[in-house]
């Protein structure tokens, strides 16, 4: 017996960052929600997650729509307004440092992009998500290599998460100006480092985390919140000073294993 299978779906490179979404709602599994996250690289502040929905046709609306992280300041201010105004649907979750360093930066990250989804009013018939797979999700789901320059609606939410977290930390600066939280996001620049070496760290930065763990020792302070003892432990990669948690490698708490993390 001969088994019938359906057709593929065709992906249709001429439709650049939005072949993928294209193909999708073609077979019926629309609407598709890309799912993106700004912030975490960084040893302050808040992990911002994003899910977006965007309308299947509407690429011409979105010219020059790709990852945040790409575009300049001014263009991802002018794509916010754009997405906010277009999107059929989305929905940005803000994270703060505290809870971060209670569950650890990986599996904030993936219960972020669960609530996200969760939290659309339009349910997706399928969710991309940006460089490694998120379990538990609401609809069928696929990890995207380089989705925030492969697929438009990842693209859309790395810039809603971007842009939100962004004007985040330049609010925070008002209240933590040694720091030049405004700038540098806070990312591990040498201007941030050199904060944290003369000042110590704040309320708002990831305790869990060997440059700032580092910096309160040196200053005899102590973590203002909870830092659970699974992510304690900590390093600083030094390609850019990204920090990565030793802990959250080791435990993950069920979660999988982290295959990327933030330029």
């Not at 001429?14 to 690289?41: I, T």
């Not at 989705?147 to 977290?165: E, F, N, P, Y």
């Amino acid at each position: 017996m001969t088994m019938l299978l359906p057709p593929r779906a065709v992906v249709r490179g001429s439709s650049g960052n939005w072949a993928l979404q294209s193909a999708l709602d073609r077979r019926g599994l629309g609407p598709v929600a890309g799912v993106d996250e700004a912030g975490r690289g960084a040893c302050a502040g808040p992990l911002v997650v994003a899910a977006c929905v965007l309308r299947p046709g509407d690429a011409a609306k979105f010219d020059g729509l790709t990852d945040s992280k790409l575009m300049t300041a001014l263009a991802r201010d002018r794509m916010y307004d754009k997405v906010l105004s277009r999107a059929v649907d989305h929905a940005v979750i803000v994270v703060p440092a505290s809870e971060v360093d209670r569950i650890g930066i990986h599996v904030t990250n993936i219960e972020g992009m669960r609530r996200a989804v969760a939290q659309l009013a339009t349910h997706p018939g399928y969710v991309l998500t940006d460089g490694f797979r998120v379990p538990g999700l609401t609809a069928p789901s696929m990890s995207v290599l380089k989705g925030d320059q492969a697929a438009a609606c990842v693209a859309a939410a790395s810039i809603l998460a971007k842009v939100t977290r962004d004007r985040i930390m330049a609010d925070l600066h008002g209240s933590y100006p040694v720091y030049g939280f405004d700038v540098h996001k806070g990312y591990c620049t040498p201007e941030h480092t050199a904060a944290l070496t003369e000042h110590g760290p704040c309320a708002e930065h990831r305790w869990s985390y060997a440059n700032v763990t580092s910096a309160a020792l040196a200053h005899g302070m102590t973590a203002p919140h909870r830092v659970a003892r699974s992510v304690a432990a900590t390093a600083v990669v030094q390609n850019g000073a990204l920090p990565i948690s030793i802990g959250e490698l080791a435990t993950r708490e069920g979660a999988e294993q982290m295959t990327r993390a933030e330029a």
